[in-house]
């Protein structure tokens, strides 16, 4: 099924849900349209933190007694929760991090610094945030593995005939965004899983714009790891997840030391936890972790096809209206054909200035390189503009934005 077909949302019943959406900036109404940075919380994942510390807040996995057990139990039933959301097989491949950069630097340590040399390569998009590329940048370093890029087109689509070539049995990982924080391309993942299966490399999804925004399901992708943040996907700050197949997490090495990792200590030697807490070392977030449990089932409640409708309707409408003025360029694909987010830049006024009048207006947006400098150079642009939308938002608060850009076009014209 496509996603034409799906029910629309009721979005007016969804913002009552959301606390924040009631406030005012500057005595306009709250027009939030920075998801892809952070997602508002509904009124149940706040509930379901400020219940675990009001009633059974004790540290998992150590305690006899009563608490501890409620918690350990919610903690690891959450795993269960994520797990299912992606499709995953059991909390044994759903690893708990504090967000997806961490969830990346795992494996670039777990398994890059120990798996990596000199002749092997690390295959990278152009399109890669931060958090992936300069990791697997100072992996390369540190290893003298080859890290190389896959182009976009001019359209803002990734070259897949080029990530054809690039892809070798030389490649040992191929990290690609899902959904690219900036252009807003949905790329062929399923389709670079099976490229870099074919030369026997692995594929890491980076996740993060993709499972709070559409159904995802890794089984079916086939990839080897994926990354999110909770707190794109409506749970709290410092919750994020490294999917990983059980056979791959099992050959790695632990990333952290300490507490909870362990079966067996002597002074001499240690002995491992099992899957996954083998990688999560510490007192790990309890109530975050337990609360994107809550984001899953209320996400899954309303339908991550629906979701996914909304946002492209959004993203197709504020494209269309944008694109509408001459002196503003927007980047990535064509309206009909990209995730939920717009970037643009208004010709000749830095994304900063844009961003500020538009605050003015009680609107919500981000300025700047929005951690993909490398594509931004590509770009030839410095900075940009982005306006990036989720399940709450309206065609209203659309025209809303578009309204404050025009102010500014016109303010610096
Ligand atoms: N990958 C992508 C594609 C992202 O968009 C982000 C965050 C990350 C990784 C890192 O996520 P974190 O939770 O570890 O920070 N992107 C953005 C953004 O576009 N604006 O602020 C954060």
Not at 85 to 107: H, P, Q, S, W, Y
Not at 140 to 159: M, Q, S
Not at 358 to 385: F, K, M
Not at 392 to 409: C, G, H, I, P, W
């Amino acid at each position: 099924m496509g996603t034409k077909e799906v029910e629309p949302l009721d979005v007016t019943t969804i913002r009552e849900d959301f606390p924040v959406l009631e406030r005012e900036v500057g005595g306009e109404p709250l027009v939030y349209l920075d998801n892809a940075a952070t997602s508002q919380t509904p009124e149940r994942v706040i509930e379901a933190i400020s219940h675990y510390y009001r009633h059974y807040n004790a540290n998992v996995h150590r305690g006899i007694h009563q608490l501890s057990q409620e918690a350990s139990i919610a903690y690891e039933e959450a795993h269960d929760r994520v797990a299912e959301f992606v499709g995953a097989d059991g909390r044994e491949e759903i690893v708990f991090t504090k967000n997806t950069t961490e969830a990346m630097n795992l494996v670039a340590y777990a398994w890059g610094l120990n798996e990596l040399g000199p002749g092997d390569e690390v295959v990278l998009t152009e399109m890669e945030h931060h958090s992936s590329l300069v990791t697997w940048q100072q992996v390369g370093k540190r290893t003298g593995a080859d890290v190389k890029y896959v182009p976009i087109t001019e359209e803002g689509y990734l070259d897949v005939e080029a990530a054809r070539d690039l892809i070798t049995d030389d490649t040992e990982m191929v990290s690609a965004v899902h959904s690219s924080n900036t252009l807003g391309t949905v790329n062929p993942i399923g389709e670079l899983a099976d490229i870099a299966h074919d030369h026997g490399a692995y594929l890491f999804a980076d996740a993060a714009q993709s499972v709070p925004n559409r159904p995802v399901d890794v089984k079916e992708l086939d990839v080897d790891f994926a990354a999110f943040s909770g707190h794109k996907m409506c749970g709290p700050t410092g919750s994020g997840v490294l999917y990983g197949k059980e056979h791959v997490l099992e050959g790695m090495e632990p990333y952290l030391y300490g507490g909870d990792m362990i079966v067996k200590v002597t002074f001499e030697e240690s002995e491992w936890n099992e899957l996954p807490w083998k990688f999560e070392a510490g007192t790990p977030s309890i109530a975050q972790g337990i609360a994107l449990a809550e984001a899953c089932d209320y996400l899954d409640e309303i339908g991550m096809k629906r979701i996914q409708r909304h946002e492209e309707m959004l993203a197709e409408y504020a494209y269309d209206r944008l694109t509408e003025f001459d002196d503003i360029e927007v980047y990535g694909p064509p309206g009909d054909d990209r995730g939920g987010l717009v970037a643009f830049n208004l010709e000749d006024v830095h994304a900063h200035d844009v961003a500020s009048i538009v605050n003015d207006y009680g609107v919500a947006i981000r300025a700047g390189d929005h951690c993909t400098q490398p594509l931004h150079d590509v770009l030839g642009v410095g900075a940009s503009v982005r306006a990036s939308f989720y399940l709450y938002n309206t065609r209203e608060e659309v025209d809303k934005l578009v309204e404050a850009v025009d102010a500014a076009r016109q303010l610096f014209a």
